[in-house]
């Protein structure tokens, strides 16, 4: 069973940065793309930033280009947003998940205000 710990969100004031972490289970974290998406209420879940299987590709929405960055560590198999120059629109709870996307963990919540 594929599962998902998400963590890293908080209240952060415009302009600041909150890095994110997701820990995968029950897939092969280096054999897979990841991604993360964020949803806000009412709205569909959005794509945000994803990376290849070895982290060598990244790619990002529009929205977000030049101040997020994916990354993978090996290491301690985790995935990570480093999310910097923060807006309110940002806001928003952010998921990860391997591409293709299955099940949902319960993500983490960040939230851009003054």
């Known amino acids: 069973q594929v599962e998902f710990v998400e963590s890293g969100g908080g209240l952060v004031q415009p302009g600041g940065s909150l890095s994110l972490s997701c820990v995968p289970s029950?897939?092969?974290?280096?054999?897979?793309?990841m991604a993360w998406y964020r949803q806000v209420p009412e709205n569909q879940r959005e794509f945000v930033a994803s990376?290849?299987?070895?982290?060598?590709?990244?790619k990002y929405a529009d929205s977000v280009k030049g101040r997020f960055t994916v990354s993978k560590d090996f290491t301690e198999n985790t995935l990570y947003l480093q999310m910097n120059d923060l807006q309110p629109e940002d806001s928003a709870v952010y998921y990860c998940n391997f591409l293709p996307t299955g099940d949902w963990g319960q993500g983490t919540r960040v939230t851009v205000s003054s």
């Open positions: 029950g897939k092969d974290f280096r054999s897979n793309f």
């Open positions: 990376i290849s299987p070895r982290g060598g590709m990244t």
